[in-house]
């Protein structure tokens, strides 16, 4: 019961990775908020019926307006707001001059202006409590480059994660890094989570070269469990000395 009695939102929650953090987290005694442009309406019903608390919310994270409606939901049915994980989220892949105006704009405004948006209105609530938990989900695409080798099989650029993918998630890295710092003093911790390719059933997963997957050191993708883990870990009282970081999940394919 790592997050007993804390209450927390939890954003992108109708995916794999949702999923998995949001039943962790209900499992380990959070109340929960969870948000997606999905419906996530199924999970609040499940964990409601295994005798959690959840309350469910559609939005567009890309509307500030939307985000604060979010944080003032919570606050209303909750009280306070102890945990925020920015997981919402799109894949983009290919090369960089297949990249449009248009799907460059997308991936920066779904994969981080929405983190943005979110850190900018849970922080007043957190700061008025002396107490809050970010954890923000970046990837190893922000640190490494990518992971296609052009120069050996040009197909695999195509298939995976692009530059605007990897801006973005760099992006959310940093905000993390200059959250951490402004906020310490306050009683919040800001971290985040840079997860390596991660079994799901979604496309980002599904088109990941089996070439790749076999330069994973463990030799095997992720589990959304896995990450859920470190999710945890970050949200709760045992990483109260722990601020700026950003924890590799990744199964040794970037290290640093």
Known sequence: MRLKDRIAIVTGAAGGLGHAIATRFAEEGASLCLVDRLDPTALVQTLKDAGH???????????????????????????????????????????????????????????????????????????????????????????????????????????????????SKAGIHAMTYFLAKETAHEGITVNAVAPGPIASNERLTKVFPQVLKDLIPVGRLGRPEEVADAVTFLAGEQASFVTGEVLDVNGGIWVD
């Open 53 to 167: 608390r959840a309350i469910g919310i559609n939005a567009d994270l890309t509307d500030s307006g939307a985000v604060q409606s979010i944080m003032d939901r919570a606050v209303q049915e909750y009280g306070r707001i102890d945990v925020l994980v920015n997981l919402a989220g799109v894949g983009s892949h290919g090369a960089c001059c297949d990249v449009t105006d248009d799907e460059w704009r997308r991936v920066i405004d779904c994969n981080m202006t929405s983190v943005f948006y979110c850190c900018r209105a849970v922080l007043p609530v957190m700061r008025q409590q002396g107490y809050g938990r970010i954890v923000n989900i970046g990837s190893v695409i922000g640190k490494n480059g990518g992971n296609p080798r052009p120069w050996i099989d040009k197909e695999e650029q195509r298939r995976a994660s692009n530059l605007a993918y990897g801006a």
